[in-house]
């Protein structure tokens, strides 16, 4: 009998992402509730989250050629 006994190997469990067509599923359930995909976020549990454009804040200009680029006035 050893003396000092090994600590039993921990596994790992693996990672989970959600398939391509749940992440399709989800972005058309979020278009259906009137939200307008920005971006998403996909967590190896499975978690898909939809964040909406209006939700993100625009960054400030820095500068007036950038302010009037997000005025529109650049054309």
Same mark, same amino acid.
């Given at each position: 009998?050893?003396?000092? +006994?090994? #600590? +039993? /190997?921990? $596994? /790992?469990?693996? +990672?989970i992402? #959600? @398939?391509k067509v749940a992440i399709r599923h989800a972005k058309e359930a979020a278009v259906e509730m009137g939200i307008?995909? +920005? @971006?998403l976020e996909i967590c190896p549990d499975g978690t898909i989250r939809i964040f909406d454009r209006a939700a993100i804040p625009n960054a400030a200009p820095k500068d007036e050629?950038?302010?009037?680029?997000q005025?529109? $006035?650049l054309g």
């Open positions: 009998m050893n003396a000092h +006994a090994t #600590p +039993a /190997r921990r $596994r /790992r469990e693996k +990672a992402y #959600p @398939g307008d995909p +920005a @971006g050629f950038d302010e009037w680029l005025s529109g $006035r």
